[in-house]
């Protein structure tokens, strides 16, 4: 059933983007967009992730933890990106 399904979010955003600096801003929206639909959620980490996306090369450099969180799973992250 759906209702067991196990659904995997990424989320990254500046401090202006999310309206503050912790990741538990950068997570708000998607939570409340998700419970409003009817969605269990978790936060299952969090840490950085720093992008470089140019002619020459796209590279994701996920690293880093949460104080509120914890470390997220930086390899699967790494694969959803």
């Keep these: 059933s759906n209702a067991d399904e ?3 979010f990424v989320r ?3 401090p202006e983007e999310c309206g503050g ?8 929206d998607l939570l409340n967009r998700l419970k409003s639909l009817g ?4 936060v299952m980490g969090g840490g950085r992730i720093d992008f470089l996306d ?3 090369v796209s590279h ?5 933890f949460s104080y509120g969180f914890g470390k997220g799973d930086h390899e699967k992250v790494a694969n959803i990106i």
Excluded: D, M
């Design 6 to 8: 196990e659904l995997w």
């Design 12 to 14: 990254s955003a500046s």
């Design 21 to 28: 600096p912790y990741h538990a801003n950068v997570a708000q």
């Design 39 to 42: 969605y269990s959620t978790t």
């Design 54 to 56: 140019n002619e020459e």
């Design 60 to 64: 994701a450099h996920v690293f880093g």
